[in-house]
C-alpha cells in the first residue's frame, strides 16, 4: 500500500506569499463588532457562494447514535433565517432515527475557498409539514420518484435493485404528481451557539463565538 501525502505545515516564506490574499479575505476587524450571527452566517455564506466550486451550503451534520457513539455526514442546507438552519431527509434513515433519540445537533460549514469554517449547535425541531411540502414540491420530477423509491440506510442487494424500483415508482406516479412521503421531512437546527472561524498566517486565526441568552447572543473573541 502507498502511504498517503500528507501536505506539511506551510514555510513561513509560504505564509508571506499567501498574507495578502489572506488579509483581503479575512482581515476585516469588523465581524468582532457584529451583534448578530445569523446575519453574518447569510453574508459568508453568499460570499461563499461566489467562490465555491459547487455546493457552497455543503454541511457536515453531527449526531449521535443510542449508544452514545457520534455520527457525521455532509448534508445540504436549504433555509436559514433567524429561527435556525433547515434541512430535509428520510425520516426512516441513519440520521433520522439519531435525531429522534436525541434531538440536539452540530454543523460545520467548511469553505476551503474562503479558508472560513463555521460551527454551529443546538437543539433540534421537525419543520411543519407544509414547509416539508412545499420543499418537496420543488424539487426535481426525477428526485422525489427517488425519495419514494429510496429505504435510505437500509441494506441494498445491488444497483439494479435500486434501478428496479425507481422504474416501479415511475410507473406507479405516471401522469399525476409525486406527493412527499410521509416519511420524508425536514429537520431544523435551534442554534445555542454558533462560532465563526477564518485563517489567518502563521495559525493565529480569527474566532468569534456568539453564545444564545434568552433572546439575545453574547460575542466573545476566542484565542487561536
Known amino acids: 500500500m502507498t502511504a498517503p501525502v500528507i501536505p506539511s505545515s506551510p514555510t513561513r516564506e509560504e505564509y508571506a506569499r499567501d498574507y495578502a490574499a489572506a488579509l483581503a479575505a479575512n482581515g476585516d476587524e469588523t465581524i468582532f463588532e457584529r451583534p448578530d450571527p445569523v446575519s453574518l452566517f447569510i453574508d459568508w455564506l453568499n460570499d461563499a457562494r461566489g467562490t465555491e466550486p459547487n455546493d457552497a ?35 426512516g434513515s441513519d440520521k433520522g432515527g439519531q435525531l429522534a433519540g436525541q434531538p440536539r445537533a452540530a454543523l460545520l460549514f467548511h469553505w476551503k475557498s474562503l479558508r472560513r469554517q463555521v460551527r ?21 420530477r426525477e428526485s422525489r420518484i427517488g425519495a419514494w423509491a429510496s429505504e435510505q440506510s437500509r441494506p441494498l442487494e445491488s444497483r439494479e435493485a435500486l434501478e428496479r424500483a425507481v422504474a416501479r415508482e415511475t410507473a406507479r406516479f405516471e401522469g399525476r404528481d409525486v406527493p ?10 435551534v442554534p445555542d451557539q454558533i462560532e465563526f472561524w477564518r485563517d489567518r498566517p502563521f495559525r493565529l486565526h480569527d474566532r468569534l463565538r456568539f453564545d444564545r441568552t434568552g433572546a439575545d447572543w453574547t460575542r466573545t473573541r476566542l484565542q487561536p
Do not use: C, H, Q
Request: no cysteine.
Open 57 to 91: 451550503n455543503a454541511m457536515t451534520l453531527s449526531t449521535v447514535d443510542a449508544s452514545g457513539a457520534p455520527d457525521s455526514r455532509v448534508v445540504l442546507l436549504k433555509d436559514v433565517d433567524a429561527g435556525g438552519f433547515a434541512f430535509y431527509s428520510n425520516a
Open 120 to 140: 454551529v449547535r443546538g437543539r433540534v425541531e421537525p419543520v411543519s409539514p407544509a414547509e416539508a411540502d412545499a420543499y418537496f414540491a420543488s424539487r426535481a
Open 180 to 189: 412527499r412521503p410521509e416519511r420524508w421531512t425536514g429537520w431544523r437546527i
